[in-house]
T-cell receptor
């Protein structure tokens, strides 16, 4: 069965410093992996996705993620945090029929 | 493209009343998903449809919940009777079958008092 574990429920960074949000996955076959962002009182927006092409995936707003099969990880990074990045971030893995299984989420706080 | 459209955005109802949430998927998308989001349980997949046919409703909490998709452009999630523990944000999402990942609507915030 497919599942994802987001290793941190909260991450706090200063503006201008790097962001690292960690996600480990479990899948019985070669997975498709996703990161979504949710700003307060909004729906989820797709940041980026990995679908067995390049292992380093670039997304919107300067985010990127690297698929590491040996570590079963798909961590999300950004070189320099901006105040507008404060939001909740969800990692997800694909199941059958395009079904997505989401992690519990990581709340990112960005301080001036 | 107007995206996935959900209505209403907010719903406040009294316990015991029937609640109907509505979703219009993106044109051309043939998979539709209903999720519920709460602080305690996070994002839960309730039910999903493929080509208007329910594929898996194992996430529907109990018989008070039902979902329909009468055509490719419309789906409803109904709760009858509603209870305070149903208070949550309900999201609809859609995708094309050959495409990974999907597009979410803005959600319906349901409060049952």
């Amino acid at each position: 069965a497919q599942s994802v574990t987001q290793l941190d429920s909260h991450v706090s960074v200063s503006e201008g410093t790097p962001v690292l949000l960690r996600c480990n996955y479990s899948s019985s076959y070669s997975p498709s992996l996703f990161w979504y962002v949710q700003h307060p009182n909004k729906g989820l927006q797709l940041l980026l996705k990995y679908t067995s092409a390049a292992t380093l995936v670039k997304g919107i707003n300067g985010f990127e993620a690297e698929f590491k099969k040996s570590e079963t990880s798909f961590h999300l990074t950004k070189p320099s945090a901006h105040m507008s990045d404060a939001a909740e971030y969800f990692c997800a893995v694909s199941g059958g029929y395009n079904k997505l299984i989401f992690g519990a989420g990581t709340r990112l706080a960005v301080h001036p | 493209d107007a995206g996935v459209i959900q209505s209403p955005r907010h719903e406040v109802t009294e316990m015991g009343q029937e609640v109907t949430l509505r979703c219009k998927p993106i044109s051309g998308h043939n998979s539709l998903f209903w999720y519920r989001q709460t602080m305690m349980r996070g994002l839960e997949l309730l039910i999903y449809f493929n080509n208007n046919v329910p594929i898996d409703d194992s996430g529907m909490p109990e018989d008070r919940f039902s979902a329909k998709m009468p055509n490719a452009s419309f789906s409803t999630l109904k709760i009858q009777p509603s209870e305070p523990r149903d208070s949550a944000v309900y999201f609809c999402a859609s995708s094309r079958q050959d495409e990974n990942g999907y597009t979410f609507g803005s959600g319906t915030r349901l409060t049952v008092v």
